[in-house]
């Protein structure tokens, strides 16, 4: 079945330090990939998404590029804030019937002042 | 404001007395679901519905019941809670597959449930 595997937190960094955070996938077919943030005592929001291979999801100076060959999606992001602290979930919507979203474990993020 | 709003936010309750926790969404969407979240599981989807009077089990079913009697409206039951369904709840809804396949989930803000 369809899987999402992500690195383990938390991460932890310093304000304006470099971030990736890492995300492989499985899938029996050719799905879209997306980026949720979770805040503290919020639910998930969608932070960005990639549809197709070598396509380039950004948002809030997060990127992520869909990588077909490696079967990865990478968030990084050149430079934290305190204000990015938050739970991160890489996930894929396989092109079923429905709109089943397949979630990784989620990766914390705290970033100090 | 577009919103999918649950309720109560904390509930606390004991072994076997039936509760519901209400979702409801004004954004016109077809598809609706419920996850559970636990510490080390990530996000684990309970059910789902593709449109009104339409559901399906998701990946951990057991122990709730859901009904969709409304397009707005996707109730979560517990007939007999036990303290294995303590967790974080969150209902979810989207545009349906069909021309929104890459149509994003949007969430409520979570249902902190404790059964003692």
């Known amino acids: 079945g369809d899987s999402v595997t992500q690195m383990e937190g938390p991460v932890t960094l310093s304000e304006e330090a470099f971030l990736t955070i890492n995300c492989t996938y499985t899938a029996t077919g050719y799905p879209s990939l997306f980026w949720y943030v979770q805040y503290p005592g919020e639910g998930l929001q969608l932070l960005l998404k990639?549809?197709?291979?070598?396509d380039k999801g950004s948002n809030k100076g997060f990127e992520a590029t869909y990588r077909k060959e490696t079967t990865s999606f990478h968030l990084e992001k050149g430079s934290v804030q305190v204000s990015d602290s938050a739970v991160y979930f890489c996930?894929?919507?396989?092109?079923?019937?429905?709109?089943?979203?397949?979630f990784g474990k989620g990766t914390m993020l705290l970033v100090s002042p | 404001e577009a919103q999918v709003t649950q309720n109560p936010r904390y509930l606390i309750t004991v072994t076997g007395k039936k509760l519901t926790v209400t979702c409801s969404q004004n954004?016109?969407?077809?598809?609706m679901s419920w996850y559970r979240q636990d510490p080390g599981l990530g996000l684990r989807q309970i059910y789902y519905?593709?449109?009104?009077?339409?559901?399906d089990k998701g990946d951990v079913p057991e122990g709730y019941k859901v009904s969709r009697k409304e397009k707005r409206n996707f109730p979560l039951i517990l007939e007999s809670p036990s303290p294995n369904q303590t967790s974080l709840y969150f209902c979810?809804?989207?545009?349906?597959?069909?021309?929104?396949?890459?149509?994003?989930?949007?969430f409520g803000n979570g249902t902190r449930l404790t059964v003692t």
């Open positions: 979810a809804s989207s545009q349906a597959t069909g021309e929104g396949h890459n149509s994003p989930l949007h």
């Open positions: 996930a894929l919507k396989y092109a079923g019937g429905y709109s089943t979203l397949t």
């Open positions: 990639a549809t197709k291979a070598d």
């Open positions: 519905s593709m449109n009104v009077e339409v559901t």
């Open positions: 954004m016109n969407h077809e598809y």
